[in-house]
């Protein structure tokens, strides 16, 4: 069966700091991958999506950045954080075929000082 | 503006009753999920609908897309405390194959014994 994994589950992180976020999948090979960010009241945001190794979406501008260097994973990154990088930042997988849905990790709480 | 609707945003029912969450948007619904969270989790998929007048039911829990495709409801019959969270949904309204989602705020739930 297919996993997915994501780290690190909270995250203190101080204004100007850069930051690693990592997602993996297990059980399946091509997967499409989404980065999502939940902030409070505004419901999920799509951030990036890639239906590949080394292509990625922007689907919002922002100070951070996604590159998928391996078919099952996806890492989102920012050179210097803002306070309003903080939030809840969910990533998830489906399959390549189209109108399959999409399955979500755990999540990370990224908390900026 | 919020591109789908929830309401309401919250609810409180007694355990036993029967209680329906809407999901509405302006715009056609090529796909909608139904997902649900526990807070600071992740989203657990539920049910997905595509066709206009299509009805899902998996256990207790009824999903239904209108004939127009442009309002979904979650109806959850005799509700118990494992019910309670945040139900969310995801839909599809550029016609992306479900590669793209736009999220409601979400509803949340509670359950009193």
């Known amino acids: 069966s297919q996993t997915i994994h994501q780290w690190p589950a909270t995250l203190v992180q101080p204004v100007g700091s850069p930051l690693s976020l990592e997602c993996t999948v297990e059980g399946t090979s091509n997967p499409n991958l989404y980065w999502y960010r939940q902030a409070a009241g505004r419901g999920l945001q799509l951030l990036f999506y890639s239906v590949g190794i080394g292509q990625i979406s922007s689907e919002v501008p922002q100070n951070l950045s996604a590159s998928r260097p391996q078919d099952r994973q996806f890492i989102l990154s920012s050179k210097k954080l803002l306070l309003s990088d903080s939030g809840f930042y969910l990533c998830?997988?489906?399959?390549?075929?189209?109108?399959?849905?999409?399955?979500f990790g755990d999540g990370t709480r990224l908390s900026i000082l | 503006s919020q591109e789908l609707e929830q309401s309401p945003q919250s609810l409180i029912v007694q355990e036993g009753k029967n209680l329906t969450i809407n999901c509405t948007s302006s715009?056609?619904?090529?796909?909608l999920y139904w997902y649900k969270q526990k807070y600071g989790e992740g989203l657990i998929f539920l049910m997905m609908l595509q066709k206009g007048g299509e009805e899902k039911s998996h256990e207790k829990i009824t999903a239904k897309l209108d004939e127009k495709k442009q309002q979904s409801s979650l109806h959850i019959t005799a509700s118990q405390p494992s019910h309670a969270g945040i139900y969310l949904c995801?839909?599809?309204?550029?016609?992306?194959?479900?590669?793209?989602?736009?999220f409601g705020t979400g509803t949340r739930l509670l359950v009193s014994p």
């Open positions: 995801g839909a599809d309204i550029m016609n992306t194959g479900f590669q793209k989602l736009v």
């Open positions: 715009k056609t619904l090529y796909g």
């Open positions: 998830a997988w489906s399959t390549w075929a189209s109108n399959q849905p999409q399955h």
